[in-house]
Structure formats: C-alpha cells, structure tokens
C-alpha cells in the first residue's frame, strides 16, 4: 500500500468515468446516476451535494464499491473495482479504504478500541501502535477505550468511527452524511478531524452532505442533479455553497 | 473473528437459551444413545460368562433347534447313559426351567438384555461347577435357592430372605441361601439363573429319577473335547440327544447376543436419527432468525472489509460455541437420558442395567463430536445466507426481506420433495420381500415416517411461497376486522414471508409429530376396543404386568384353580403358550426366489370345552381334539396347508405330528396369533408352558385380585386394558417409541418458542418507526397477533397435511386395521386449538415487550 507520506497532491486515488446506475426494470426503472465521471486526487477533501434524490449518495455507495455499477468504470488506484469478485472487492475495500457512516455502524458487543481495531484485526494485520494512539490523542478518545457504543455520546461515537476508518491509513476515506446524527457541536468536531486528517496527514476524503457548513471544511465540492454532476466548486465557503444549492433546488 | 464470535455468543444468549436447549436434547439424546449402546453392548458381551466354561461337552437331550441359540433341550437324557462312557471324567445333570422371580418388593426381576431368568440345579462336581459364591452358601434343602449376584442386587436380596418363584405349575417361596457369580460376572448368556438343589430342579421340571435335560461332561485327561464330542455321538445316537463342544456353545451364545445388540442399537440409533432431525431442524431456523436479526451488523462487518469467509466463519464459531456449550452439558445429560432408555427398554423386557456405564473419556468426546458437527451442520445454510449479505444492507432503513427469485426456491423444494423417495421408494420392496405382520408394519412406518420427514423439510423449504397466499387471506381478514392494524399486519406478513415461514415450519414439525402419534395411537386403541369386545367374551383377563423379549411373562398354571375359587367367578380358563418350530412340511418361502426362513408358531394351549364361553375367534374352529392343531388362516394362505393335512412341529419336548382341524383369525392378535391346540396338546409339545392370561367369566376384579395376591406380577384387567396391553408387550420397543416422540415433540416446541419469540423481538425497530408515528401499543400487538394466527394457519395446515398423509400412507402400505384415518374431527380442532395456544401464548410475552419499549430506546436498537 503507498504510504501517506509518499503521496503527492497530483496523485489520483479514485476515477469515476461514466458511471450509470438504474434500479428496478421496466416501467419501474430508476435511473440514479447518468454517465457521472469525476477524479478524486490525493490528500484532497471533496465534499459531494445535491439535492435529495441526485444521487449523491448512490455515488458515493458505487465509488466505494458497496454498490455495483450498471455500466461505466471505476478505478481506486490502479484497480478497477467493476471487474472485481466480492471476496476482492471486500479486501479492497479493508486495505485501501474507510468508512464513516451517518448511523456510526459500530458492533455495540466491542469495546471503543476494539471497534477501532476492527478493520485491521479483519484483515490481519498488527496495527502500527504509534499511529493509533496518534489518532485516539487527536479525536480525544483515550478515556472511552474501553467503553461500549451504548456507553458513548453520539459524537464520541462517530469519533470512534472516524478513528475505526483512519487506523488502516486507507488511500481514501469515504464519508456518508458523517454529521447527520450529530448535534452542531459534535458535528464541527468531527468535521474539524476530518480537515485535520486531510491537512496533517495528506488523506483522502470523499464526503457526502447535504449542509453548506459541512462542504466548507473540504477543498472542492461536486454537485450532482437527477444523476448527473452538474457544477464545481474549488475553495469553498458556507455562503457560495449555499447560494449553488439554492440555484440547483429552483 | 473468535471475540466477535464469543460476544455475539454472550449477548443474545438469553435469545439463544432454548436454541441452546433444543441442540442441549439433541446432543443428549445422541449422548444417550452412544451411552445406551455401549451398555448394551456390554450387557451382551458381558453376558458371554458361560456357565459351561468347565465342561469340554455338553450333551442335550432330544434336538436343540440351530436356529435359536437360546433354545431350550427338547429331550431328556439320562444320566447312566453318559457316565459309562469312556474318556468322561466327570459329569453333572443340568435342567432348564424358565422362572419368574420376584423381588423383596414383590415386583419381578426382569433379566438382562431380554434373556431368560431359569431354575437350574446347583452343580455338586467340582471339577464342573460354574458357580462361585460370593456369599452364603449352596442350595441343599428342597426350598433353597443361590441366585445369581443380578437377581439378588436387582430384586434387594440377600441370604436368609424369600423368594417367589413362579414355576410353570405352581408359585414356591423359597429361601435365599447363597448370592453365586460365574467368570465374576452377575449374569451369564441365557440370563439370570436361580440354582436349587439337584433333585429340587429335576422335579420341578417334570423329569423322572435320573433323566435331565442335559449332562455335563468333563473330559478324562489327554481326551480333547472334540473327540470325546464325536465319540458322545455315536455312541448316543444323533436321534436322542445333540452333542456339542461346550466351546461350540459358548461361542454360538456369543454370536446370537452380538446379534440381538447390533439390532436393538439398529433400532435406537433410528429414533435418534428422527430426534436429531428435529434438533438440526430447529438449530438451523433458530440461526436463520438470527441471521435476519444481524443483517445490518453483518452488511457493516462487509463493508468495513470482512470477507464473505470471515463472516461465515464467525457464523459457524458462534455455532461452535453453542455447540460446545450444549455439548457438554448435553453428554452429561446424556447419563439420565441413558437411564430413561435402560428404563423404558427394561419395561419392554430388555433389560441391561446390570452393565456398566461406560467410561466418561470415551461418551463424553463422542458426544462432543455428535453435538458439534450437528451443529455445524444445521447452521450451514444460515452460514451461507450470511456471506451474501451485501455491505448496502447496512445503509438501508428498511427491515423487509429482499425478493428473492421463486425459481430457485421451487427447483430446491421440489428436489427435497424427490429426495423423499429414497425412503418411500422401499416400501413396495418390504410389502413384497416380507409376510405381513407386526414386524413389516413397523418397518414400512418406519420408511414412511422418514419419507415424511423429509417431505416436512421440502415444506419448509415451500414456506415462504406459500406465506404470500395464506398471509394475504389472513390479512385481509384482519383488515377487515381489524382496519389499520390488519391492514399493516397484511403487509408484513406477505412483505417478510421467511420470517413467517420460519416460525409456521417449527409449528408444522410440532404438529406432524403430535398428530401422527395422536392419530396412530386412537386409531389403535380403537380397533383395539372393537377387536376385545369381539373376541373376549370373558369379563376379565389376569396376566403379569411384566414382559419379556417374547411377550408378557407367563403365570404358573395353578393359577386358574385359585381364580375359581372366587366368589362369583363361573369359568376361569388358562391360555397357556410355547414356541415350536414348524418341521414338516418344510416351511415354503413367502416368495419364489426368497431364502426360507424358519417357521416358529406361539401356539395358545386352551381348555376345548371353556374356550368358547371366554374366546370367539372367527373362522372355521371345531373343538378341538388331543392330536388337533388350529391355524390363522393366513399362515395356511402362506404355507398352502389344507385342513386335515398332518403336520410335525419341534417343541420343547421333541417333534409332535399333529392334523389341522380348523383355521381362524384373531383379530387382537394377542390370544392366538400363531396357532391354537387343546390343554392335552400343549402337555405334549410344552409340558412347562406357562399361563400367558387366564379369562375370567363372572366375579368382580377386587375378589379376583385376592385370588392371585400371592403370585408374582399378576394383575386384573379389563378386557380392553389386557388386550391394549398384551398387544404392546408383542410389540417391541413400543414405550421406547412413545418417549422418542415426547422428548422430540419437546425439542420442536423449544424451536417454535424460539423462532416465534425471534421473530417478535427482532422487529423492535419496526415497531419504533411505527409507534413513532403513532401507532398505539393495543395496534402493534394486533399487528404481532394478527401474524401468529398466520404461522398457526400455516403451521397446522401443513402439519396435518404431514401427519394425515402420513398415516394414510401407512394404512395404504400395510392394510393393517390399527393404522387407520378413524380419529374423530374434535381430535383435529384439539391439535389446532392447541397450536394456536402455544402460538399465541408464545408470541405475547415478546409482544408485550417490544411494544413496551420507549420509543427512543427503540429507534437506538441495532
């Protein structure tokens, strides 16, 4: 695996190109994404907008390899996932990506640590010690190890999954609404880690969110409107943001 | 793995604990058996200690059958005869009697492993004698008898206490003077032996001064045993007496036990094949629960990065560690389950208590081994379903099943469904290989009841295919008493057709098991009713309650003078019965092409003038004269044998020529079924066979019962319980059966409670969303309860469907009158009713609980 550091800003982790998704067949036929391409280049953080039903999310889904793609390409790296079995698919994903999702998705039965070290445990890997007490120091979760989710606040618990997502040092970080359970306060301190893991150790982020606040922590954000990407928009703030999504919303 | 493995295990264990129970039954029920085989097979190889283990020959009076190695000396052989012989050194008269002997506590002493208990003579020739004693001393007075170390631990006696012993004409008390063992064994092969002075046993017997049933021989020294075997035959003569090494003997006795375990672990190790059928049922529908319950857990493990392997491996260790759980506890409830077994078969007459109980290193492993791979192999499918999981599912709100394609269904059920024929495939092959008869009813039920068995998992397979039409119906019922809330149940119902499915196929098991016994047993106790009342004409029947391998045990003949000495009684008549073999005619082959078997008749010895004041056997029966034998007209069928034809049958007492002088049919199959001679007859082919019932005209039980105080086992019945009765003695293994059905009703109903109560809790979400939005709790349990009468429909539909088809089939296969589809209606609304109770009973507890949950606290739940 290329290591972060290693990374340079003009290296591109993942292409998406001409990406079609439909569900259902027939009269029933829904197309959410149209022939959507786009590169997500190293150590950028790319937030991705539309409004509800654009696809935002099937996007992100087929970008991560979670959802199949009817027709184009997609390609992490080198590899191009749409040829991929499920086996390769889901070592793929363990080795070169992290998730953080808006519902936390942690196993309530593991502790914090464990559910931190649960990614690499799966793939069999030792985790690089120093690393993990980076990351818990950073997201401020040295006193929760040992708790359970049950245990934890919502924001500490998407703190966990942030950490659970970086502990491998995946080449990209897919974010799903990572702030939609969370109060302001959490939800800027998880988004203040998200900027921090990006400017500090040169990730990749790839974020799903429908808040303008939220878009202005990344570096570029992606608009996308009934399936297709319609706008971009380098080096945003909450105010541009906002005025785009109320363009695109009529 | 193992950690999530172990925490999932520790988390939903109180959801798990009657999954755990059912695989706990299985495996111990496996336990069981392991351990109940190897006591037999100890009881049957320990019981090779031979009485004859001094001897080199042995020499029986008149023809020993080779085709029963238990068989009793038909002859005498006189004593003079032998001794003169050259290369004897010594010798020693022996006699055989069958015996019933009672304990301390007057119950009878049932032998091991469906032998014998006989009175025998204490053996005074040193060189000969078998017998060690291990207490007390030998028999020397006219009423002494040593028993061997069995009777004496399993009647509670000791030296110095009293017997009953029932012989064949009258019941002696007699005295305990000594506790004898043979080889250090408490048994030997033919059973318990009771040994009473020599002159005592001989007289008891029947037999004149100097004549015995067989002599003993000890060889001269330098004389080898065969030689002096080949010079004992032609010296005596092959006519009057059997020779044979007293290591022939032996070794014939060994082979004949080894044979009988093998054939009664034959028969348990099929029991617990339907027992562990259940159990794997009900783990695998448990796991699939679970499965559904996890899906979102299992989708996030997948998209996190666990292969498709890893989540099925963490499937199969959760299965390893309720495996292993339920393994240990269930090997060592494998010890009472053991006992239970012991228990039931001594009841049947097969008892092997007196063996050991294996050692824990080799049952425990064993039942490990059983208890995991049932395991393993019950949640293969869940396992399976798992590793499909796609990773979306975690992202997904919606709990509904995914469509799935019918196709694939259909071809999976409908190759189940063909794979049913390998059982029912047999069945005309038995039908036409075999004469009817218990023994080929009980072998076809057999197949036919595996056949349905896998016919059930082609069902359940069906389950979810058929949930939409049943579902829709029952919902629309709903909606239309219930409005909204039917409504909503409708919807769930035909939108979670697995769910559904699952919890009415654990109902289905329940209610096939339970109906088809139901079924079986009224239908035989209602043929047995009409069939007493037809051919009993007496108002009661005194028999012994114990049995043995060949039916109940036999009362002395005395017994019958006692009886008529009641007040009341106007007629007391004794069936008496023996075993002979049928000589000439040589048997015919039920079949051209089949090999020919031997031919062994029960005849029933009666008085010819009482017999048709207490018996009305329909058919062709004249009285019957000294020298007259009767037959069932479905042995002359067999035979093709004409009335008036002369036949030569092998009976205790050597070959008798007899003529046919009528046939009939018992339709009890329990006072004639083999063939019917008068008192004086029986005196020639038995004169020791014992009374097997005695009929009583007039007289009320409680007089009789005073009558027949004294003699071991004997109890009054009426005429239905005696027939009920006598017919459950012939047919083997029958309380052994009973128990089987119990305790696997018991595991399938641990599985519905299971899969029900699952599939309530595992919809706490569901209810969230729909209490969120103002669903009230009375509208949430409609919804539940609307949905158990589902499963009940379902479940009791295909589980009669089950149960009925089943023993339609069997009645078809065998023709035979007591399995038949003449159960009333209210038996059918009982089963329903029943299942209904235990549906709803089952599903309110987690009903209520899930309903009373606070909204929030139910939104948080996984």
Known sequence: MTSLTERTPQQRVAVAEDVVKTYGRGDNTVHALRGVSAEFSAGQFTAIMGPSGSGKSTFLHCLAGLDPVTSGSIRIGDLELTTLSRTELTKLRRERMGFVFQAFNLLPI???????????????????????????????????????????????????????????RPDVLFADEPTGNLDSTSGTEVLGFLRDAVDSFQQTVVMVTHDPVAASYADRVLFLADGRIVDELSGPTRDLVHARMRRLEG | MWLIARRSFAESWGRLLATLLAALFSIALIGGTVQFSLRAEDAVSGGDASEYFRADVVVQGGS???????????????????????????????????????????????????????????????????????????????????????????GGLKPGDTIAVGLPRQTRQMTVVGIVTVQDSSVVAVGDLLLAAPETARR??????????????????????????????????????????????????????????????????????????????????????????????????????ATPEQVKALIRLEALALGLVASACGALLGYPVADALIRMFAHDGFDISAAEAPALWLTVPLSIIGGVLVTQIAVFRAAHRAARIAPMQALRESSSERRERPGLRILAGTLILLSSFVYYGPVPAVLNDGPPGVQRTQAITALIGFGSMVVACALAVFGPLLVRPVGGLIGLIGQLLGGESGRLARATITRNPRRVSAAASSLMLAVALATTALLIVVSANTRFEQAANEVMLAQHAVSTSARTPDGLRPLPRDIAARIEQAPGVTRASALTTTTVKLISPPPRAYQEGEPVLPLYLTVTGADPAT????????????????????????????????????????????????????????????????????????????????????????????????????????????????????????????????????????????????????????????????????????????????EAATVVTLGTLLGLGIAVGTVALIHAATGSSYIRLNAPWWLYACVAGAAALVTLTTSALPARRATRVPILARARVE
Do not use: C
């Open chain 1, 110 to 168: 593991l502790t914090a640590e464990e559910n931190i070290r649960l990614t690499g445990r799966l793939g069999g890997r030792r985790a690089d010690e120093s690393w993990f007490a980076t990351i818990v120091d950073t997201l401020g979760l040295r006193e929760r190890l040992r708790h359970r989710p049950a245990e934890l606040s919502g924001g500490q618990q998407q703190r966990v999954a942030v950490a659970r997502a970086l502990l491998t």
């Open chain 2, 64 to 154: 020993v059958d080779p085709d029963d190695t238990r068989a009793l000396p038909n002859g005498e052989v006189r004593l003079q005869e032998v001794a003169g012989e050259p290369g004897v050194a010594a010798i020693a008269g022996d006699v055989v009697l069958p015996v019933i002997a009672a304990g301390a506590d007057g119950d009878t002493i049932v032998a091991p492993a469906g032998a014998r208990t006989l009175l025998r003579p204490w053996v005074t020739e040193p060189t000969l004698n078998p017998y060690r004693l291990e207490a007390g001393r030998a028999p020397t007075a006219d009423n002494e008898v040593a028993l061997m170390r069995h009777l004496a631990d399993a």
């Open chain 2, 204 to 305: 008891e017997a029947g037999l004149a001064d100097g004549a015995w049933h067989s002599v003993w021989v000890k060889a001269a020294p330098g004389v080898a045993a065969d030689q002096l075997r080949d010079r004992l035959r032609r010296s005596l003569g092959e006519r009057t007496a059997t020779v044979r090494t007293a290591e022939e003997v032996r070794e014939a006795q060994a082979s004949s036990l080894a044979a009988q375990g093998l054939e009664i672990s034959g028969g348990i190790g099929m029991l617990t094949g339907v027992s562990v059928f259940v159990g794997l049922f009900v783990v695998a529908n448990t796991f699939g629960g679970l499965i559904r319950q996890r899906t979102r857990r299992l989708a996030m493990l997948s998209a996190i990065g």
């Open chain 2, 611 to 786: 017999l048709p004041q207490v018996l009305r056997l329909p058919g062709n029966l004249p009285a019957l004269a000294p020298g007259d034998i009767a037959l069932p007209s479905v042995t002359m069928r067999a035979q093709q044998l004409t009335v008036g034809q002369g036949i030569v049958v092998r009976g205790a007492n050597g070959d008798v020529p007899l003529t046919i002088a009528g046939t009939y049919h018992d339709p009890t199959h329990v006072f004639a079924d083999g063939a019917l001679v008068a008192d004086a007859t029986m005196r020639q082919l038995d004169s020791n066979a014992g009374a097997q019932v005695v009929l009583v005209s007039g007289g009320t039980a409680a007089a009789i019962m005073e009558k027949v105080a004294g003699v071991p086992g004997a109890t009054v019945l009426d005429r239905t319980s005696y027939v009920e009765k006598a017919a459950a003695a012939i047919t083997e293994g029958s309380t052994v059966m009973y128990g089987f059905v119990g305790m696997t009703l018991l595991l399938a109903l641990f599985g519905m409670t299971t899969t029900i109560s699952m599939s309530v809790s595992e919809r706490r979400r569901e209810f969230s969303l729909l209490g969120a939005v103002g669903a009230t709790a009375r509208q949430l349990r409609a919804i539940i309860h609307w």
